[in-house]
C-alpha cells in the first residue's frame, strides 16, 4: 500500500473518532441548559485562580465564547511573573493543543486572540493551560471554561 492509500483510510477514521467522542458526554458534565460550578463564566466577569500566591485572572470576549469565532483573550497576573505561557486543549476530548500566542500590553496583562473550534453535541468544554515563572519558581494552573454558552 503506497502512502496515499493509507491516508485515504486513516483521515476518515480520524475524523469519525473525533465526532463521535465530541458527541459523548462525561460524566463530570452537566445536562445542557444547568450551569456547572466549576466552570468559569465570562458571562458575568472575569476568572480567578491562586497558585503558590499568584492570582491569575482571564477575561474572554464576547463572553459567550463562540465557536469558529475570533475570541480576545486577556490575562492579569498580581504579581510579576516571567515566561508566561498558555495553550487550549478540549477537556474532556481532544481536539488538538491550540498555542495561545501572548502579547504583554501592560505590566502584568497579557493580551491574545485564538479561535475554537466547533463541538457537534453543543457541550464542548475548553481546558487553559497557564504556566509561568515566579521567584525562580515553575507554577502552572487552568481554567475550564465552556464554548457557545449561552446562559447567564
Same mark, same amino acid.
Given at each position: 500500500?503506497?502512502?496515499?492509500?493509507?491516508?485515504? $483510510?486513516?483521515?476518515?477514521?480520524?475524523?469519525?473518532?473525533?465526532? $463521535?467522542?465530541?458527541?459523548?458526554?462525561?460524566?463530570?458534565? !452537566?445536562?445542557?441548559?444547568?450551569?456547572?460550578?466549576?466552570?468559569?463564566? %465570562?458571562?458575568?466577569? +472575569?476568572? @480567578? /485562580?491562586?497558585?503558590?500566591?499568584?492570582? %491569575?485572572? $482571564? /477575561?474572554?470576549?464576547?463572553?459567550?465564547?463562540?465557536?469558529?469565532?475570533?475570541?480576545?483573550?486577556?490575562?492579569?497576573?498580581? /504579581?510579576? !511573573?516571567?515566561? !508566561?505561557? =498558555?495553550?487550549?486543549?478540549?477537556?474532556?476530548?481532544?481536539?488538538?493543543?491550540?498555542?495561545? !500566542?501572548? +502579547?504583554? @500590553?501592560?505590566?502584568?496583562?497579557?493580551?491574545?486572540? %485564538?479561535?475554537?473550534?466547533?463541538? =457537534?453535541?453543543?457541550?464542548?468544554?475548553?481546558?487553559? %493551560?497557564?504556566?509561568?515563572?515566579?521567584?525562580?519558581?515553575? $507554577?502552572?494552573?487552568?481554567?475550564?471554561?465552556? =464554548?457557545?454558552? /449561552?446562559?447567564?
Amino acid at each position: 500500500m503506497g502512502d496515499m492509500t493509507i491516508s485515504k $483510510i486513516l483521515l476518515p477514521l480520524i475524523i469519525s473518532l473525533g465526532l $463521535i467522542g465530541c458527541g459523548q458526554k462525561d460524566t463530570k458534565n !452537566v445536562e445542557k441548559g444547568s450551569s456547572d460550578p466549576t466552570l468559569c463564566s %465570562f458571562l458575568d466577569n +472575569s476568572c @480567578t /485562580k491562586s497558585t503558590k500566591g499568584v492570582n %491569575f485572572t $482571564i /477575561k474572554i470576549s464576547p463572553e459567550e465564547v463562540p465557536s469558529e469565532q475570533d475570541l480576545h483573550f486577556r490575562l492579569t497576573v498580581d /504579581k510579576t !511573573v516571567i515566561n !508566561v505561557k =498558555a495553550r487550549l486543549e478540549g477537556r474532556d476530548m481532544f481536539m488538538g493543543i491550540i498555542p495561545v !500566542v501572548l +502579547s504583554q @500590553t501592560e505590566s502584568n496583562t497579557y493580551d491574545s486572540q %485564538f479561535m475554537l473550534g466547533s463541538c =457537534a453535541s453543543g457541550y464542548m468544554v475548553w481546558r487553559l %493551560f497557564i504556566s509561568a515563572e515566579y521567584q525562580g519558581q515553575q $507554577i502552572n494552573t487552568h481554567f475550564d471554561f465552556l =464554548a457557545d454558552n /449561552k446562559q447567564k
